[in-house]
């Protein structure tokens, strides 16, 4: 394993998805990187991403996914569970956002998501 990460994206939730697509390219000035359908991801600075999520009802902090990018997903889950890490959720593909991934929570309840895209439309952000 490389043990390096490419870049980060820190998932939020939203309750309009179009709305807030006009707030941040608009009035922040981000470029929109990837539309996803239900969620959508803009460059922040550098390597650095922001991602929102069309969520129903009301937005909670605990919609919060920091999202680590690396091409070594699976070594990164194995380095982890040697450090004494447990996943909720093993490394898998997910074929509605062409990604995969898997899942922990740090100590502080955060949702932390190690990730690939598997969307050839990220390549040419990834570099």
């Given at each position: 394993m490389q043990n390096k990460?490419?870049?980060?994206?820190?998932?939020?939730?939203c309750s309009n998805l179009s709305e807030n697509?006009?707030?941040?390219?608009?009035?922040?000035g981000f470029p929109l990187i990837l539309d996803q359908?239900?969620?959508?991801i803009y460059r922040s600075?550098?390597?650095?991403?922001?991602?929102?999520?069309?969520?129903?009802?009301?937005?909670l902090a605990q919609g919060v996914i920091l999202t680590l990018l690396t091409q070594d997903v699976d070594g990164y889950y194995q380095l982890i569970q040697e450090r004494g890490?447990?996943?909720?959720?093993?490394?898998?593909?997910?074929?509605?956002f062409q990604i995969y991934h898997c899942f922990l929570r740090d100590p502080n309840n955060y949702l932390i998501e190690i990730q690939r895209f598997e969307d050839p439309r990220w390549q040419q952000y990834s570099s």
């Open positions: 990460l490419d870049s980060q994206i820190t998932f939020l939730g697509h006009e707030f941040y390219t608009k009035i922040m359908g239900k969620c959508r600075v550098g390597q650095s991403y922001l991602g929102f999520c069309q969520r129903e009802g009301e937005v890490g447990s996943f909720e959720k093993s490394p898998s593909f997910n074929p509605a």
